[in-house]
Nanobody
Framework: QVQLVESGGGLVQPGGSLRLSCATS????????MMWFRQSPGKQRDFVAR??????VYADSVKGRFTISRDDINNTVSLQMNSLKPEDTAIYLC?????????WGQGTQVTVSS
């Protein structure tokens, strides 16, 4: 059974940093496409970052500020977020495309505010 559990969200001031983690079970992250999306109330779910193999891709809005990484030993995926802005406020969701299916975690809230 595939499971994804995000952690690390919280309240941070503009310019601050947070590191989100996605703990997984039921599959292996290394050959899978792992991704982060975010969603604000009343808005669609937006792509943030994706990693497949050694290739990572970012949304223009976070490029240069966010870094996605994968820990193949612990089977986790992380998102390091620096220079946070109020517009980064959202629920951040970890996703995995594996075995021909797409799975999502429940999300973790990130709030950027002074």
């Amino acid at each position: 059974q595939v499971q994804l559990v995000e952690s690390g969200g919280g309240l941070v001031q503009p310019g601050g940093s947070l590191r989100l983690s996605c703990a997984t079970s039921g599959f292996t992250v290394s050959p899978s496409a792992m991704m982060w999306f975010r969603q604000s109330p009343g808005k669609q779910r937006d792509f943030v970052a994706r990693i497949v193999g050694i290739a990572d891709v970012y949304a223009d809005s976070v490029k240069g500020r966010f870094t996605i990484s994968r820990d193949d030993i612990n089977n986790t995926v992380s998102l390091q977020m620096n220079s946070l802005k109020p517009e980064d406020t959202a629920i951040y969701l970890c996703g995995a495309f594996t075995g021909g299916n797409l799975y999502w975690g429940q999300g973790t809230q990130v709030t950027v505010s002074s």
